[in-house]
T-cell receptor, first 115, second 114 residues
Framework: AQKITQTQPGMFVQEKEAVTLDCTYDTSDPSYGLFWYKQPSSGEMIFLIYQGSYDQQNATEGRYSLNFQKARKSANLVISASQLGDSAMYFCAMREDNTGNQFYFGTGTSLTVIP | NAGVTQTPKFQVLKTGQSMTLQCAQDMNHNSMYWYRQDPGMGLRLIYYSASEGTTDKGEVPNGYNVSRLNKREFSLRLESAAPSQTSVYFC?????????????FGPGTRLLVL
């Protein structure tokens, strides 16, 4: 079974609008971390935001927020006020406490911001 | 502070040739990782090193070997390259392997095996 599922291969959003990128995960470990990374066309992987399984509040980092719904096992990334520079691939990832050194990545969502 | 560096940036090999991908980090991290990225597949873990002196297999280790040379350096070796190993390879590091820690990635190595 896939540990991380990203069902949106491609998304479009109008500049200055908000967009939600979906991520669902599968784990039986009560302690885990969820991460989002951005990969622009230049290829580097850029860490965006982290959510811990025991965190009571949704994580936020500037224009990025994570809509964490633990019971549904979803960790959607919300980008507010989209900018042209947000056009990139976005990857959701998970790390479990009992397999702490392994990150599991989703297949990614390609986001295009339209002027 | 360069973060995670990888060499080379690009490489073309013929089937059966060998090569070593180099990775170094200057953040004093204990854990280091090698991933490959293929279109539509996300990143898949090849090998990792939880700390200096230890290495473990990840999801797709076949055809690869690794060496944790010291705390800073973690190399990936292809002994006999195959076209199926054409990919982009990323090295990453983290302070420890805890679930709260993010990984920091190098710029990647694009490998083409003919």
């Amino acid at each position: 079974a896939q540990k991380i599922t990203q069902t949106q291969p491609g998304m479009f959003v109008q500049e200055k609008e908000a967009v939600t990128l979906d991520c669902t995960y599968d784990t039986s470990d009560p302690s885990y971390g969820l991460f989002w990374y951005k990969q622009p066309s230049s290829g580097e992987m850029i860490f965006l935001i982290y959510q811990g399984s025991y965190d009571q509040q949704n994580a936020t980092e500037g224009r990025y927020s994570l809509n964490f719904q633990k019971a549904r096992k979803s960790a959607n990334l919300v980008i507010s006020a989209s900018q042209l520079g947000d056009s990139a691939m976005y990857f959701c990832a998970m790390r479990e406490d009992n397999t702490g050194n392994q990150f599991y990545f989703g297949t990614g969502t390609s986001l295009t911001v339209i002027p | 502070n360069a973060g995670v560096t990888q060499t080379p940036k690009f490489q073309v090999l013929k089937t059966g040739q060998s090569m070593t991908l180099q990775c170094a980090q200057d953040m004093n991290h204990n854990s280091m990782y090698w991933y490959r990225q293929d279109p539509g597949m996300g990143l898949r873990l090849i090998y990792y090193s939880a700390s200096e002196g230890t290495t473990d297999k990840g999801e797709v280790p076949n055809g690869y070997n690794v060496s944790r040379l010291n705390k800073r350096e973690f190399s990936l070796r292809l002994e006999s390259a195959a076209p199926s190993q054409t990919s982009v390879y990323f090295c990453a590091s983290s302070e420890w392997g805890g679930p709260k820690e993010t990984q920091y990635f190098g710029p990647g190595t694009r490998l083409l095996v003919l």
